[in-house]
């Protein structure tokens, strides 16, 4: 069996979350959900020549970022099939809209039902982008984090990956930075940031013209800068002194765009409220080359 029948990610068309599936059973189950073929057609292109691949390089830096001999308990959020569970750690709650073998709690990402400090980890792989409350789910993701615990986001890079991405559920896009910056004025220290691949190349066009998977996954593997990545990782520790006191001064996130899940709007920019300077100033110059 090849790399791409053994790992497909499909996003649940209700919530967002993120599902391990095979390559046959996310097709038809993308052609059943979807009433125009076109967008079937290029839901099954992008899958065969590259999202599964991406999903395959998202499991290898997961991987890294929870090996931990302390972890005990973790939350899952948007855990749809349980990644994490697969993974084989113990103490992991999936939390998710609809129900699956991997659900334990039926619940928002936006509003867990669960008391301060409760977890060692959260993970939220792809989720963030298609919620309407982004910064309200973050506050509760911190929330929730016990002192020393880690927290770890995936999501696409919104300074190059359109609003919709190919996914008509993504509602907001997030500059890196940005992103960074938020979680880092949530009393988290970032230890990690990094990107997966290009965003100047479109890897389903490049991808579809290379016949070996272990010549597509070394150019997953090859390190590129933040702002010009197509999907991000970023992971943190909670601070142990300071708590959680400063949440509610929190200003909005800066989302790089916003969208209409029924329509399919064409990018905006969501402006800073302070003057962008250095790398922030370059990232802001690239979305308006983009824009125009």
Not at 42 to 70: C, M, Q, S, V
Not at 184 to 201: H, N, P, W
Not at 262 to 267: C, E, N, Q, S, V
Request: hydrophobic content about 40%; charged content about 25%; some cysteine.
């Amino acid at each position: 069996m090849s790399l791409r029948d053994r790992f497909s990610i499909r996003e649940c068309p209700r919530t967002g979350s993120r599902t391990t599936i095979s390559g046959r059973t996310a097709l038809l189950q993308a052609k059943e959900s979807d009433s125009s073929d076109s967008t079937f057609l290029l839901w099954e292109n992008w899958f065969r020549h590259f999202g599964n691949y991406l999903h395959a390089r998202r499991l290898e830096i997961l991987r890294d970022l929870i090996r931990t001999p302390k972890l005990s308990s973790a939350l899952d959020v948007g855990c749809a099939a349980g990644i994490l569970k697969a993974m084989g750690l113990s103490g992991v709650l999936g939390i998710d809209f609809v129900s699956s073998p991997a659900v334990d709690v039926l619940a928002s990402g936006e509003y867990l039902p669960f008391r301060d400090a409760s977890f060692q980890l959260v993970f939220a792989g792809e989720v963030i982008e298609h919620l309407r409350e982004p910064l309200r789910a973050l506050k509760e993701w911190v929330r929730v984090l016990k002192d020393e615990g880690r927290i770890v986001i995936s999501t696409p890079n919104g300074l190059h990956v359109a609003v919709h991405g190919g996914n008509p559920e993504h509602r907001r896009m997030f500059a890196p930075n940005d992103l960074s910056r938020t979680i880092q004025r949530l009393e988290v220290d970032v230890i990690y940031a990094k990107g997966i691949f290009t965003s100047l190349i479109p890897g389903r066009r490049l991808f579809r013209w290379i016949p070996f998977d272990s010549v597509k996954m070394a150019l997953l593997r090859l390190p590129v800068p933040l702002s010009l990545s197509y999907d991000v990782f970023i992971a943190g520790t909670l601070e142990a002194v300071g708590g959680n006191d400063s949440l509610n001064d929190m200003k909005s996130l800066q989302c790089l765009a916003t969208a209409n899940s029924d329509t399919f709007p064409r990018l905006r920019p969501w402006h800073s409220q302070r003057p962008l300077v250095g790398r922030a100033l370059l990232e802001k110059s690239l979305s308006l080359i983009i824009l125009s």
